[in-house]
Antibody, heavy 123, light 107 residues
Framework: QVQLQESGPGLVKPSETLSLTCTVSGGSVSSGSYYWSWIRQPPGKGLEWIGYIYYSGSTNYNPSLKSRVTISVDTSKNQFSLKLSSVTAADTAVYYC???????????????WGQGTMVTVSS | DIQMTQSPSSLSASVGDRVTITCRASQSISSYLNWYQQKPGKAPKLLIYAASSLQSGVPSRFSGSGSGTDFTLTISSLQPEDFATYYCQQSYSTPPCFGPGTKVDIK
């Protein structure tokens, strides 16, 4: 079955760039039936969608983060990645990668999630 | 952006109880509403998509209903493994956003 696994540093200094990678196994990021998303959850708080990428490279970002976010895909490695620049303590969160399945008629939902990785922003 | 609210924010229930959680959108989202379950330290799990469609592998005691702005998630007979936080999420427009969550704990 399809599995997603996040990887990257657990500690990032303020003003630096947070970089995470999601490796997809048991399936392909090149499938046209899915978007590939990043979602985060600050400790004890709710879920915030960061953005997604399609296998073609087209992206869509949350306007609240758009100026600082870049999501890319590497189909040869079956991975997609997140970069968040100029981080502050407010970016401390568990970061999840997730598959956004397109069911049809513009219906979609996050049907498979990685286990999540905690990223702390601190000097 | 569309805002999502949920009620109650928390509830206490017993095994076997029927539980209903409500989600409301700030504008009509047709049936573009999904429900997730999250247990402590775990990633969310998709339960219901498109307001009422049961995700494969999810027990039939979970059901969803509603359209427009008002939606409900119902657990017909609460099981021990159902104690968790439940989130709704609209997929009608970007950014897709989640409700604040409803925590279901043991009475």
């Amino acid at each position: 079955q399809v599995q997603l696994q996040e990887s990257g540093p657990g500690l990032v200094k303020p003003s630096e760039t947070l970089s995470l990678t999601c490796t997809v196994s048991g399936g392909s990021v090149s499938s046209g039936s899915y978007y590939w998303s990043w979602i985060r959850q600050p400790p004890g708080k709710g879920l915030e969608w960061i953005g997604y990428i399609y296998y073609s490279g087209s992206t869509n970002y949350n306007p609240s983060l758009k100026s600082r976010v870049t999501i890319s895909v590497d189909t040869s490695k079956n991975q997609f990645s997140l970069k968040l620049s100029s981080v502050t303590a407010a970016d401390t969160a568990v970061y999840y990668c997730a598959r956004d399945r397109i069911y049809g008629d513009s219906i979609d939902a996050f049907d498979i999630w990685g286990q999540g990785t905690m990223v702390t922003v601190s000097s | 952006d569309i805002q999502m609210t949920q009620s109650p924010s928390s509830l206490s229930a017993s095994v076997g109880d029927r539980v209903t959680i409500t989600c409301r959108a700030s504008q009509s989202i047709s049936s573009y509403l999904n429900w997730y379950q999250q247990k402590p330290g775990k990633a969310p799990k998709l339960l219901i998509y498109a307001a009422s469609s049961l995700q494969s592998g999810v027990p039939s005691r979970f059901s969803g209903s509603g359209s427009g702005t008002d939606f409900t998630l119902t657990i017909s007979s609460l099981q021990p493994e159902d104690f968790a936080t439940y989130y709704c999420q609209q997929s009608y427009s970007t950014p897709p956003c989640f409700g604040p969550g409803t925590k279901v704990d043991i009475k």
